[in-house]
């Protein structure tokens, strides 16, 4: 099968990252799109428990058959880097090729990421942009390394985890921003309600 990985913290998981799973799955003829929480991200000091992320991905995905969810790197005791994910992809499924979805801005400091240039001749990536000239600054700079990158531009979606978590915070609606049973589940858990010394909402 071709499968694409959507890697993330989901904190928490939202329409943005469902649409996106999709369009990319619909444009690149894929199988079938993997969903992998994070366990402990080496670039993010701080996410909410990783039950309730991982509980969060489940029922978002649950309605449809094309979503898989992988909980390796939330089985980890130490950080989650995606080299060790995809190195662990590949063995395990080794009848499969893989291709790693990432938006523009994450990509742009992929050269910052552990071991990224044995990665970058592991997998193919699915870069979601916006445009040409983002798209001509990603393939200068990351020529030299032969990275194996396709670009896709897809519509704006204007939704973030931030976003929500601050609405929540401030007792406004996430209607229409996250699936309901996971509306329901942060409100039943009461999540995003309290805030940390670093005024990080959990």
């Not at 890697?7 to 993997?34: E, Q, R, S, W």
């Not at 649950?62 to 980890?76: A, G, H, Q, R, V």
């Not at 390394?145 to 204007?158: A, G, H, K, R, W």
């Not at 309901?180 to 940390?196: C, S, T």
Request: aromatic share 16%.
């Amino acid at each position: 099968m071709n499968i694409g990985i959507l890697g993330g913290t989901f904190n928490p998981i939202h329409f943005g990252h469902t649409f996106i799973a999709n369009y990319v799955m619909d444009y690149m003829k894929l199988d079938k799109i993997m969903f992998i929480p994070s366990g402990i991200p080496p670039h993010k000091d701080y996410v909410i428990d990783k039950n309730h992320r991982k509980a969060m991905v489940e029922l978002a995905i649950k309605s449809n058959y094309d979503f898989l969810i992988n909980f390796y790197e939330m089985e980890k005791e130490d950080y989650s880097y995606s080299y060790e994910t995809v190195s662990y992809l590949l063995k395990e499924y080794k009848n499969d090729k893989f291709y790693y979805i990432i938006g523009q801005e994450a990509f742009m400091l992929f050269d910052k990421w552990y071991k990224f240039e044995e990665l970058s001749k592991l997998i193919t990536f699915v870069i979601v942009t916006r445009g040409e000239e983002v798209k001509s600054k990603l393939q200068r700079k990351f020529q030299k390394y032969s990275v194996d990158m396709c670009f896709l531009d897809t519509p704006n979606i204007e939704i973030s985890s931030t976003d929500i978590r601050n609405r929540v915070k401030e007792n406004r609606s996430i209607k229409y921003f996250v699936d309901e049973k996971v509306e329901n589940y942060i409100i039943k858990n009461n999540l995003y309600k309290l805030e940390n010394e670093n005024g990080i909402y959990f």
